[in-house]
């Protein structure tokens, strides 16, 4: 990111800088310095980006083609999000509302401390466990759209395959360092709340009611202030404006340019529906999907949150394929088989 900056210092006004950067340069958010600098020197006129990995290292390439401006001109407006969106037609999103998902509830998000804590916890379920003593490990591989796919898909965990793993409260009662920063996770999280996949194809929420899951570093736990707020919060992630306002925040930051990087912050930031009682509607059959999933819960979903934002169709249609891709591909957008 540097180099690129440090190209805008050297060329002469009118002069071109275009130079191979990690698609994380478009929108990281420890970039963002480094993208203003370029703004007071340059215009960003192209955006040129690679589906493959040209690299033996594990990250994917776009190159930005810059153009020197004269001294004492004003900063250039920031392209960034915008070329990149055209790249991979993402649809132009309405107007949205200035209230965040951060105002109504909170994002908790677990690190290494909290993972490594939780290893020596963490065992299959057994014959007579109680919800009381043993609570579900739920990882990002286990979350389906709208649901949790607990105990009936294996998942990895600490470098092991585990068909139902549980987290031993007791085992965690004792103990300082990771073991401490485990104990308050679960602590912390162990309430009604909808856990968030990261590194998906568009955004896979589900709820735990009873509050009784442990998600797993990097799920994210999303906790509202008020209770009876659970799944109308659910119902705004899971809506397509929400993917698609989030794949326009989080670019080039994925395993992937067709992958979501959820980061906490940036889900807090995600701005709720402006139509109250489609919002409602949504929730309500979101609800319905996750006790009885089929395509018509998704479709009365789909129709109630499309009018929850007042979104255009195009950005349905964009979710939509988007999930079908989805569908078959493993954790991390990686095509399963």
Not at 131 to 156: I, Y
Not at 276 to 288: I, P, Q
Request: hydrophobic fraction near 45%; aromatic fraction near 6%; proline fraction near 8%.
């Amino acid at each position: 990111w540097l180099f690129l900056l440090l190209g805008c210092d050297l060329v002469r006004p009118g002069g071109r800088v275009v130079l191979v950067q990690p698609q994380s340069v478009v929108g990281a958010r420890d970039a963002a310095a480094v993208r203003s600098a370029v703004g007071t020197r340059a215009d960003l006129r192209e955006l040129w980006t690679d589906d493959g990995r040209v690299f033996a290292a594990a990250v994917r390439v776009c190159a930005p083609v810059l153009v020197r401006r004269s001294d004492g001109d004003g900063p250039a407006p920031d392209r960034w999000a915008d070329l990149w969106a055209g790249k991979l037609g993402l649809p132009d999103l309405p107007g949205l509302s200035d209230v965040t998902l951060g105002e109504r509830a909170g994002v908790v998000a677990g690190f290494r401390d909290e993972y490594y804590g939780l290893v020596g916890a963490v065992r299959e379920r057994q014959p007579g466990d109680t919800d009381a003593a043993m609570a579900p490990l739920v990882t990002s591989g286990t979350l389906a759209w709208g649901r949790c796919a607990w105990g009936d898909r294996a998942v990895r965990f600490a470098k092991r395959r585990w068909n139902s793993p549980v987290v031993d409260l007791a085992a965690l009662a004792d103990g300082d360092g990771v073991r401490a920063a485990a104990r308050r996770w679960v602590d912390r999280t162990r309430r009604p709340k909808v856990v968030v996949a990261t590194q998906t194809g568009v955004l896979v929420p589900a709820v735990d009611e009873p509050g009784s899951w442990v998600p797993c570093v990097p799920a994210l736990a999303v906790v509202p202030h008020d209770p009876d707020d659970l799944w109308r919060v659910a119902a705004a992630v899971a809506s397509p404006v929400a993917s698609a306002w989030m794949a326009r925040r989080a670019a080039g930051t994925g395993l992937d340019r067709h992958v979501l990087r959820v980061s906490g912050p940036a889900l807090a930031a995600l701005p709720l529906p402006v139509d109250a009682g489609a919002w409602d509607e949504a929730a309500a059959a979101l609800r319905e999907h996750a006790g009885a999933p089929g395509p018509a819960g998704i479709e009365r979903f789909v129709a109630a949150a499309g009018r929850a934002y007042d979104a255009p169709p195009p950005v349905t249609g964009w979710w939509r394929e988007r999930t079908r891709a989805a569908e078959t591909a493993g954790p991390g957008g990686r095509r399963a088989g």
